[in-house]
């Protein structure tokens, strides 16, 4: 990845040469945002907000990426001790960071999503009016707006809002077909340019396993029997509650926890910045590449493994024409989306804090109900199971994910979001 070195534009220079002249008379850049939680912690709600609205939650970490990373290169601006990641922005010491905060994720989420540009600016409005007026504010706006222009600049061309029509693979035994009315969800999303990645398919898993083998037989046989549709199965009412836990929007749903987490443990301004920006930008490239290898390798999902297994050649399988999941999916079976989401931000926790004994609480609004994790893979094991007792995935696929894409984040952890 190539990273962008400016120090300010013309007008950026001008207000920053004008604090340096007669000092700072505003915020700080160590004083509290106005709403009472740092900053970073505050944008990164609006963001939610404002990305997650009706968007699929695979593509939402891209935008995520893109806000978290712009206010990242804010914050190292006027903190200083961080890397830079887009963008390294000249800046005085004394500018207000809770501004150049601000102004970042403003400038991105405006630039970016603009179905929600009024929302974002009405948020912004009432943000920097709580803000003393003066020198240190120009400066960090000033410094937001540099930050944010440069992760424009590097996402410029990524294909993000390309629109990709659905090409379908030969219909066969094994081969995905959508089961909706609508298109496949993200067929874009494989060839979004990752944001610090080779390329979309640089990570790309094995195939999924063979249709005759024991190991699908025996995946095929669990799916049908505990993620059919009703309630006529073994499947308990607790195994239902987990599988409906885990349908809510996934980015929302993470971006809460983390939220939480970064909250409960007390982090400052600058390591908030620093583990959303790492865990954001490591999950989108996850997630571009995780989908790349759905695509590519098109495998069916349960409903039509299940109803159509008199094709798949396996002695271990049995037909059952009217078999439908408790939760739908609408696009390809292997890799599990779900698995590479929820790897991606519990490794992230995991590299961050050094141990996968995180205390993480993650919230339903589907059920209305919290479930708090002491370890991480206690969480990573919650999905699995959900998304096979849902019908929506076969075993071995959640295992197989959750082992192989965490990578991704490690290596991403050991380039970049780095103290200086």
Not at 271 to 281: D, H, Q
Request: charged letters at 20%; aromatic letters at 8%; one cysteine or more.
């Amino acid at each position: 990845m190539r990273r962008i070195r400016i120090s300010t534009s013309l007008a950026a220079t001008l207000v920053i040469a004008v604090v340096l002249a007669l000092g700072s008379t505003g915020t700080s850049a160590g004083q509290s945002a106005p709403t009472g939680e740092n900053a970073v912690l505050y944008w990164s709600g609006v963001a939610e907000g404002a990305i997650g609205a009706g968007r699929p939650p695979a593509n939402s970490t891209v935008l995520a990426g893109m806000v978290h990373g712009a206010m990242y290169d804010a914050v190292a601006a006027i903190e200083g001790g961080l890397e830079p990641f887009a963008t390294g922005v000249s800046a005085p010491p004394d500018a207000s960071a809770d501004a150049a905060v601000a102004q970042a994720a403003r400038d991105v989420l405006v630039a970016r999503v603009p179905g929600q540009a009024a929302a974002a600016q009405t948020a912004y409005d009432a943000y920097m009016a709580a803000i003393p007026a003066g020198p240190a504010k120009d400066a960090g706006k000033a410094v937001g707006a540099v930050a944010a222009a440069g992760m424009l600049a590097m996402r410029l061309g990524d294909r993000f809002d390309d629109v990709v029509p659905y090409v379908q693979p030969p219909p066969g035994p094994g081969v995905f077909e959508p089961i909706a009315a609508t298109p496949p969800v993200d067929v874009k999303l494989g060839r979004v340019r990752p944001f610090t990645l080779e390329s979309q398919s640089e990570y790309r898993p094995d195939p999924p396993y063979g249709l005759t083998s024991k190991r699908y037989g025996r995946d095929v046989v669990e799916v049908q029997e505990l993620g059919r549709a009703g309630t006529a199965g073994p499947r308990t009412s607790g195994q239902t509650e987990t599988v409906r836990f885990f349908t809510d929007q996934t980015f929302v749903q993470y971006s809460r926890a983390m939220r939480a987490l970064v909250n409960a443990r007390g982090l400052d301004l600058r390591e908030s910045a620093r583990l959303l920006g790492y865990t954001w930008v490591a999950t989108a490239d996850t997630m571009i590449a995780c989908w790349e290898a759905k695509y590519h390798y098109s495998f069916w999902r349960p409903n039509h493994a299940i109803q159509r297994a008199d094709t798949d050649g396996n002695p271990a399988t049995s037909p059952e024409p009217g078999w439908l999941p408790l939760v739908t999916g609408n696009h390809p079976e292997y890799p599990a989306g779900h698995a590479c989401f929820t790897g991606a931000v519990t490794e992230s926790l995991r590299s961050y804090f050094g141990t996968k004994h995180v205390q993480l609480s993650v919230t339903s609004t589907v059920v209305g109900s919290t479930r708090v994790y002491e370890r991480l893979d206690e969480l990573v094991e919650d999905v699995e199971n959900a998304r096979v007792w849902g019908g929506v995935h076969f075993r071995t696929t959640m295992t197989e994910t959750a082992k192989h894409f965490p990578r991704i984040v490690r290596d991403i952890g050991k380039r970049y979001f780095l103290k200086d």
